[in-house]
Antibody
Framework: QVQLQESGPGLVKPSETLSLTCTVSGGSLITYYWTWFRQAPGKGLEWIGLIHSGGNTAYSPSLKSRVSISVDTSRNQFSLRLNSVTAADTAVYYC???????????????WGHGTMVPVSS | QTVVTQEPSLTVSPGGTVTLTCASSTGAVTSGYYANWFQQKPGQAPRALIYSTTNKHSWTPARFSGSLLGGRAALTLSGVQPEDEADYYCLLYSGPWVFGGGTKLTVL
């Protein structure tokens, strides 16, 4: 079955760029959408943005100026970049699959385990 | 920016029934909001339960059901089990996707 695994540096310094990769195994990322979420310690979930395997993207308005999501179909991976981070970006970051049928069905079904990214000097 | 509101906490007895709701600051929630519901236990990733308001995933226990109720999206648990104690989040589409603040469900 399809599984997702987040990877990236364990610590990011303030003002630097947070970069994470999500590797899709057990299936192809072609024809699906892929998304990033995050959860600050002790807080609720936040949607960051998504990308279609063809490259179309959508981002949260609150993060749009700092975020970029890309896809590498040859490696079955998609990636998140978040610029100019501050302590407020400290969170567990999750990747997930988004299944959209184009009209009536929208599901975020498969999630990665998440990776904690502290922002600290 | 749309604000999505859930009950902060609810308590239910084992075997009982409880309904969690999800309201939008933009007005009544309809099928076009494609409500998704997730369960999260401490230290774990969220697990998808319901999509597009009423649809269950293949792994969703039968006691969970989704609906629209009084202009809100709703998640009903019937015959609650101790292992249902968790945080529950709704996610609505309103241009961007927006989460509710979550409901902490206690089974007591």
């Amino acid at each position: 079955q399809v599984q997702l695994q987040e990877s990236g540096p364990g610590l990011v310094k303030p003002s630097e760029t947070l970069s994470l990769t999500c590797t899709v195994s057990g299936g192809s990322l072609i024809t699906y959408y892929w998304t990033w979420f995050r959860q600050a310690p002790g807080k609720g979930l936040e949607w960051i943005g998504l990308i279609h395997s063809g490259g179309n993207t959508a981002y949260s308005p609150s993060l749009k100026s700092r975020v970029s999501i890309s896809v590498d179909t040859s490696r079955n991976q998609f990636s998140l970049r978040l610029n100019s981070v501050t302590a407020a970006d400290t969170a567990v970051y999750y990747c997930a699959r988004y299944v959209w049928d184009g009209s009536s069905s929208a599901a975020f079904d498969i999630w990665g385990h998440g990776t904690m990214v502290p922002v600290s000097s | 920016q749309t604000v999505v509101t859930q009950e902060p906490s609810l308590t239910v007895s084992p075997g009982g029934t409880v309904t969690l709701t999800c309201a939008s600051s933009t007005g009544a929630v309809t099928s076009g909001y494609y409500a998704n519901w997730f369960q999260q236990k401490p230290g774990q990733a969220p697990r998808a339960l319901i999509y597009s308001t009423t649809n269950k995933h293949s792994w969703t226990p039968a006691r969970f059901s989704g609906s629209l109720l009084g202009g809100r999206a709703a998640l009903t648990l019937s015959g609650v089990q101790p292992e249902d104690e968790a945080d529950y989040y709704c996610l609505l589409y309103s241009g961007p996707w927006v989460f509710g603040g979550g409901t902490k469900l206690t089974v007591l």
